[in-house]
Every structure is written in C-alpha cells, then in structure tokens.
Antibody, heavy 122, light 113 residues
C-alpha cells in the first residue's frame, strides 16, 4: 500500500525556519518525481515545489515564485524521504503542506499524504 | 503561468441529478496525441487530502465511480457527475500539469440541494 506521511510542521515565528519531511513507503520512491502542495486554511490548493526522481540534474528542482530563494526541496532515496526546508517564513506561508507523488504513467498527482500544518505567527 | 479558472465557485444539485463543473486554462494544455490534455481533476472532502479522480482530462482513476466523467480539449474542460450521490459532496479542483508552475483552479464546492 502506498503511504506518504508528512511531519515537521508546527508553530514558528515570522523569519523562522522549519524542515518538513515526507516518509514514503509501499512503492519504489526513487522512481517517482514528487511535489509539495500547500493549502492555506479555508483556501485552495497551491503548488509549491517539484523534484525529479534523482533531483540532481540541472532542471531537477522547481519552485513557485512565492517561495523561490526561501524554500529548498530535496530527497534521500536511500531513506525514502522527501524534504522541504523552509527559511524566512512569513505569515502567508501558513498552510497545510502536502507531499504528493507524481504518477510515472499519467504525470498527475496520484497519491497524497495527510498533510502537516505550518503556522507562522508571533 | 497558466491560469486555471473554474466555474461556478459553488453548485447545489439535487440527489440523482447531473452536476457539471467547468474549467478553463489560459493556454492550451494539449501536448501530443500520446499525451494529450494535461488536465487532472481532484476531489477533496473536509479534513482530507485531495484524491485524484480524472487524468488526461477524461481518464478515470482506478476505483472512481463511472458516474464521474471528464471531457474537453485545448483550453476548455469539464467534470460531470451523471447522477449525484450524497458521498459526492466535496470541493473539486482542476489542475494543469503540462508546465511549471503546476496550477490549480480555485475549486468548486458541490453541495446537495
């Protein structure tokens, strides 16, 4: 069974940092691109970042303009874990953060984790 | 960036009736005949993550009831529920995944009338 389990969310002050993790199981993690998608309370879905299956080529990572330069996506295929390092956090980064798998056959996000809540507030 | 616009923002339909949600992209999301329209539809219920329902604009994900169908090409797409059931109450999102940044529609809240 495919499982994605996010962790690392919490309350952080503006300007602070957090590192989110997404533990993957039940599939060949190293074969799949992965996304982070966030959802502010009561709002819609917003794509945050993407990493290719090895993340090492020149176009291996991509970011939304709103987080570029502040967030870093990475992965450890040996540990089946996806990460999102978030720095210089702002109130507008407050959201549930989901990791989502990219299907290798149709390129949509076929599995999603339950999400982890990040609250940026003083 | 490709802007995705859904209509309506909310929709109330009687049980057993048809529900249709529209989604328009600001640019074509057609790539080629093997990988046509890069449009997905997701269902999200309160307190749950989104669930993939439709990909390639019209292909149902495994396990999705056949009362759900997707259609459209180029820039105009729709999700139709042929006979609304109580368990279909949710927010539905369209998504384009042909280019970065991946973008979602604003969501359509579907309720029972």
């Amino acid at each position: 069974e495919v499982q994605l389990v996010e962790s690392g969310g919490g309350l952080v002050q503006p300007g602070g940092s957090l590192r989110l993790s997404c533990a993957a199981s039940g599939f060949s993690f190293s074969s799949h691109w992965m996304h982070w998608v966030r959802q502010a309370p009561g709002k819609g879905l917003v794509w945050v970042s993407r990493i290719t299956n090895d993340g090492t080529d020149g176009t291996g990572t991509a970011y939304a303009d709103s987080v570029k330069g502040r967030f870093t996506i990475s992965r450890d295929n040996a540990q089946n874990t996806l990460y999102l390092e978030m720095n210089s956090l702002r109130a507008e980064d407050t959201a549930i953060y989901y990791c989502a798998r990219v299907s290798t056959t149709n390129w949509a996000n076929d599995y999603w984790g339950q999400g982890t809540l990040v609250t940026v507030s003083s | 960036d490709i802007v995705m616009t859904q209509s309506p923002d909310s929709l109330a339909v009687s049980l057993g009736e048809r529900a249709t949600i529209s989604c328009r992209s600001s640019q074509s999301v057609f790539k080629n005949s093997n990988k046509p329209n890069h449009i997905a539809w997701y269902q999200q219920k309160p307190g749950q993550p989104p669930k993939l329902f439709i990909y390639w604009a019209s292909t149902r994900e495994s396990g999705v009831p056949d009362r759900f169908s997707g259609s459209g090409s180029g820039t105009d797409f729709s999700l139709t529920i042929s006979s609304l059931q109580a368990e279909d109450v949710a927010v539905y999102y369209c998504q384009q995944y042909i280019s970065i940044p991946v973008t979602f529609g604003q969501g359509t809240r579907l309720e029972i009338k």
